[in-house]
């Protein structure tokens, strides 16, 4: 973690720093319990505050079920989210994700070749840590995280609506101010290891009052919020908002959220077994205010298929790719579509706000085709539209400068998680549109790359039709006043700001207007669906 401008800070020093500050907490906390003035400070104040008459006793059997849920759900997103973070292991507080400016990384500093990629960039994580875990993973990843976090948020509402429904809430939400002084007195008490009093079958007392309510009603929503923040469509729609919550402060923000929520179920599970575990079983899981086994048998058995899960996760995701695919688009992808359908126009960015470092990406092209182009700076560069068109035409650079000139200043979301605004030229899609005239039974658009994909082969991506007229997609073949670089996707590449970046094919050879892409490459709509398992629909 950056310390000041320069100095950079090893986390794993927090393992012996923490086992100093705990021994030297338990100490401190020894001694206060000796001093009169906080001998008089804890009698009154206990650690639990008075809950209203009425307030419900106990648990019922369905909070025993959305816990187990909770947690099955969350060593998938956890997981797997920390594979997708590895993908670009750098995080930042500004959209404009420079070499050097990044605030936690795990990886080095970024070398000095012009042409490093964020590909390049990426770790590996061990399977037993990451879903899946494997470098250049993250299609699957997101399958799991995002197709999860669907059923986490379903158990969540029902979870809303059952604890305000049944007056569970009143044991979850502080409702006096003295929740303070308990929660300090609590504090003292947990660290001189001289225990509070357990009271949780009734009320809880104000330290674990005051987490789960952060947890339950602050660090939820907000895992929620961060991870819609980083949605390209939703960020391109909502300028305003996304000008300040911009896509590196929701991705930091999550990753804190995340920081939370592991703290939390260390600490919860620690105390959970060393405060009374046969009764606090009982609670959670049997219903029950007694000593007895049963909370036992019934959490040992939910923690049987919870680490069942946990070891099967990878290897079944490396062994059935498609599967994990397609159950994970049947669970994001109604809402992956609904966001494909906003349309916004130019005007969120202006000069000042263009990025000083734009990451490449992806695999260069090194076909004779194109290096003979590069060689005679793109003097015999033609690009073919075709397809299901009354007016297939080729266009050399000459002629795309000639159409009608269409800019935009507009934010980069890669799927690996950088970002950077770019200012682009060239002619907008709803240009080529007229130009060409696709016939009715076109209803997607397929772009070929000069370069190959990693695993040999054209790479090339297919987008909807109805997304070629929006206001932000475009050919670019200048960035930043500049004809665009190499490495950036000369001489031509495609921008359409409401998808991810993979999907904004570079070094652009060819359009194609078809009926559907199913008879295209792999059939997927994509190079990346085909070979790293990605989506046509990306749009979060």
Known sequence: MRVGRNKWFNLLWLVPIGLVVLIVGIAVAKGLREIPGIHEFIRPHPGVSELPAGAPVGFPAWLGWQHFLNIFFMIFI???GATILSDHPRLYWTRHSNPGRDWFRVQKPVPTDPLYTAKQDSITLPNGVGLPGRRHSIGLARWWHLGIDTLWLANGIVFYVLIFTTGQWIRLVPLHWDVIPNAISVAIQYGSLDWPLETGWTNYNGLQLLAYFLTVFVAAPLALITGLG????????????????NIQ?????HFLVLCWFLLFIVVHV????????LRNLNHMYAGRDDGSWVGFWIFAGFMIIVIASWVAATP????????????????IGPAQRLFEHIDAKPGQYT????SPYFWHNGRYPDTKEYLALQA???GGYSLRVNGLVDNPVELDLPGLRALAHHEQITQHFCIQGWSGVA???GVSMQTILELVRPRPEAKWVIFYSHALGPDGGIFYDAQPIEQMSHHLTMLAYDMNDSALSFGHGAPVRLRNEIELGFKMVKWLKGIEFVEHFSEVGGGLGGYNNDHEFFGYSQSI
């Open 316 to 331: 079944l995701t490396y062994r059935h790719p498609r599967v994990v695919q397609r159950v994970g688009y049947a669970l």
């Open 249 to 253: 402060l929701a991705r930091s923000v």
């Open 351 to 354: 000069a000042k706000d263009i």
């Open 423 to 425: 200012k682009w030229g």
């Open 270 to 277: 620690t105390l959970v077994l060393t405060t009374g575990a």
């Open 230 to 245: 980083m949605s390209p469509a939703l960020s391109t729609r909502f300028a305003r908002i996304s000008s300040v919550f």
């Open 376 to 378: 005679e700076d793109f």
């Open 78 to 80: 956890i997981r797997s």
